[in-house]
């Protein structure tokens, strides 16, 4: 399978799975309500399956744009309803059955969160371990003391399991607080503290990588820079590197692991580059050009060369987490929880500009993010599903006509005014929502577009 097809692949059936639980929300508590359905559509526009099923006769439609979805619902403000159906027209139902019917699609995503969570803490998976590595020099952790191997214990007096909680609990607090305390051990087992300045997350309006420019990195084993294999043909044999050459410096800057080098030749891809190497107690200088490759979207440089096997075994740095039933079920509402509240709170400050709105991503990034996440492994793969679960939960609960946020706000001010707002400022309404909808997609598709452009 093709890279581009397994993307739409992955793109296709996360999208679908999220829309399947969003639209079966709203039609299981209509037909709880005794509202009748008429119409349940996966995607939009025309028609490319179509089934009449039940004794209501509701069409069941998959569309050919996987968009979104819908289900139309008995309604005289859509046509004209029989007498003896009048019961069962959304309209005619109180403000709570239909505040509820219209809440239940969000809360279908929130729940199918809850449910994927559930399911990848307890099967249980292979974590990386909070392990740190060596921060750049500067950088808000290099300046709280961080060294290469330290395990952080605990965040703020919080336990830290995985690099996965590390992560996580370092951005939620760089949303709302300025500094984090990491109770770190090193290898002997001391224990230290490292205050570490958390403003620098939202540098660049939450660009890029925070955990980056806080310094925050993964642990690095010390590996000797000491070349141990040469591949045939590469960039590394044409210019005369050999099995056994120590690796001194790059264009000057001096080399004291594979890990160094390794990031230097990346960065330098089709560029020229001199290697300084110890050869047998003689010191050479090799002028090399690593070959441009294309990684992940990204242009790296590569010379062909690996290094030799360190002398001793690596430290053990993944641990296998597993939950037991129930306390997965509580892991996964709080997980569910937190991260609706971040969302909530990224898109807050969105509005007030400390977020940028490169930030937004269409369905190029989010088919990108799918189809690397489906590589990683099927656990990823519905974690990534969750966390896009929930955010269109909770995008389709803001306030903006045309969702159904805009809708919960209607019956709000049926319930103020004690009647239900003209049928000319509904359809004022959802023209502005419909207004922000665009403007908000165009923003999403120019970002899609310019990562595509510029990598």
Same mark, same amino acid.
Request: aromatic share 10%; proline share 5%.
């Given at each position: 399978?093709?890279?581009?097809?397994?993307?739409?692949?992955?793109?296709?059936?996360?999208?679908?799975?999220?829309?399947?639980?969003? #639209?079966?929300?709203?039609?299981?508590?209509?037909? $709880?309500?005794?509202?009748?359905? =008429?119409?349940?559509?996966?995607?939009?526009? !025309?028609?490319?399956?179509?089934?009449? %099923?039940? !004794?209501?006769?509701?069409?069941?439609?998959?569309?050919?744009?996987?968009?979104? &979805?819908?289900? !139309?619902?008995?309604? #005289?403000?859509?046509?004209?309803?029989?007498?003896?159906?009048?019961?069962?027209?959304?309209?005619?139902?109180?403000?709570? !059955?239909?505040?509820?019917?219209?809440?239940? &699609?969000?809360?279908?995503?929130? $729940?199918?969160?809850?449910?994927?969570?559930?399911?990848?803490?307890?099967?249980?998976?292979?974590?990386?371990?909070?392990?740190?590595?060596?921060?750049?020099?500067?950088?808000?952790?290099?300046?709280?003391?961080?060294?290469?191997?330290?395990?952080?214990?605990?965040?703020?007096?919080?336990?830290?399991?995985?690099?996965?909680?590390?992560?996580?609990?370092?951005?939620?607090?760089?949303?709302?607080?300025?500094?984090?305390?990491?109770?770190? @051990?090193?290898?002997?087992?001391?224990?230290?503290?490292?205050?570490?300045? =958390?403003?620098?997350? &939202?540098?660049?309006?939450?660009?890029?990588?925070?955990?980056?420019?806080?310094?925050?990195?993964?642990?690095?084993?010390?590996?000797?820079?000491?070349?141990?294999?040469?591949? @045939?043909?590469?960039?590394? #044999?044409?210019?005369?590197?050999?099995?056994?050459?120590?690796?001194?410096?790059?264009?000057?800057?001096?080399?004291?692991?594979?890990?160094?080098?390794?990031?230097?030749?990346?960065?330098?891809?089709?560029?020229?580059?001199?290697?300084?190497?110890?050869?047998?107690?003689?010191?050479?200088?090799?002028?090399?050009?690593?070959?441009?490759?294309?990684?992940?979207?990204?242009?790296?440089?590569?010379? &062909?060369?690996?290094?030799?096997?360190?002398?001793?075994? =690596?430290?053990?740095?993944?641990?296998?987490?597993?939950?037991?039933?129930?306390?997965?079920?509580?892991? @996964?509402?709080?997980?569910?929880?937190?991260?609706?509240?971040?969302? %909530?709170?990224?898109?807050?400050?969105?509005?007030?500009?400390?977020?940028?709105?490169?930030?937004?991503?269409?369905?190029?990034?989010?088919?990108?993010?799918?189809?690397?996440?489906?590589?990683?492994?099927?656990?990823?793969? %519905?974690?990534?599903?969750? =966390? %896009?679960?929930?955010?269109?939960?909770?995008?389709?609960?803001?306030?903006?006509?045309?969702?159904?946020?805009?809708?919960?706000?209607?019956?709000?001010?049926?319930?103020?005014?004690?009647?239900? $707002?003209?049928?000319?400022?509904?359809?004022?309404?959802?023209?502005?929502?419909?207004?922000?909808?665009?403007?908000?997609?165009?923003?999403?598709?120019?970002?899609?577009?310019?990562?595509?452009?510029?990598?």
């Amino acid at each position: 399978m093709s890279e581009l097809l397994f993307r739409l692949v992955a793109f296709v059936v996360v999208l679908g799975v999220l829309i399947v639980f969003h #639209e079966f929300g709203h039609y299981l508590t209509a037909r $709880l309500c005794g509202v009748r359905v =008429l119409r349940f559509s996966i995607g939009f526009g !025309k028609t490319i399956w179509q089934r009449t %099923l039940g !004794k209501d006769g509701t069409e069941w439609a998959v569309s050919v744009i996987p968009l979104g &979805g819908y289900v !139309k619902m008995l309604d #005289e403000r859509e046509g004209t309803v029989k007498p003896e159906e009048l019961h069962r027209a959304f309209n005619r139902q109180s403000v709570g !059955k239909r505040s509820l019917i219209v809440a239940a &699609g969000p809360f279908a995503n929130f $729940l199918l969160a809850i449910l994927l969570y559930w399911a990848v803490f307890f099967h249980g998976s292979d974590e990386l371990l909070p392990i740190l590595g060596t921060p750049p020099v500067g950088t808000p952790a290099a300046v709280s003391g961080v060294q290469n191997g330290e395990l952080v214990r605990t965040i703020d007096g919080q336990p830290v399991s995985t690099w996965g909680d590390l992560r996580w609990m370092l951005l939620d607090r760089a949303a709302y607080g300025d500094v984090a305390e990491l109770e770190v @051990a090193n290898e002997r087992g001391d224990i230290a503290f490292r205050r570490l300045q =958390l403003s620098a997350a &939202g540098e660049n309006g939450w660009e890029g990588d925070a955990l980056e420019r806080l310094g925050i990195r993964f642990f690095r084993p010390f590996i000797p820079p000491v070349v141990g294999k040469v591949l @045939a043909g590469g960039a590394g #044999e044409l210019a005369g590197i050999q099995t056994g050459d120590e690796v001194l410096a790059v264009d000057g800057q001096d080399i004291d692991n594979w890990y160094e080098f390794v990031l230097k030749v990346r960065e330098s891809p089709g560029q020229p580059i001199r290697i300084d190497l110890e050869r047998r107690g003689q010191i050479v200088a090799v002028d090399v050009i690593p070959e441009a490759i294309s990684e992940r979207g990204q242009t790296i440089g590569r010379l &062909g060369v690996a290094a030799a096997e360190p002398p001793v075994p =690596l430290r053990e740095i993944k641990t296998f987490v597993r939950y037991g039933a129930l306390e997965s079920a509580e892991k @996964a509402i709080s997980e569910t929880w937190d991260k609706s509240i971040f969302t %909530l709170t990224m898109l807050g400050k969105m509005l007030t500009g400390e977020v940028s709105w490169r930030n937004l991503s269409g369905p190029v990034t989010i088919a990108e993010y799918a189809g690397q996440s489906a590589k990683l492994g099927f656990d990823y793969y %519905l974690r990534f599903m969750a =966390l %896009l679960s929930i955010s269109l939960g909770v995008l389709n609960l803001l306030p903006i006509p045309v969702l159904d946020g805009g809708h919960l706000m209607y019956h709000i001010v049926e319930v103020i005014r004690r009647r239900p $707002l003209s049928e000319r400022a509904m359809e004022i309404s959802q023209q502005f929502g419909l207004f922000i909808i665009v403007v908000l997609m165009a923003f999403a598709f120019f970002n899609d577009i310019n990562r595509l452009i510029s990598g």
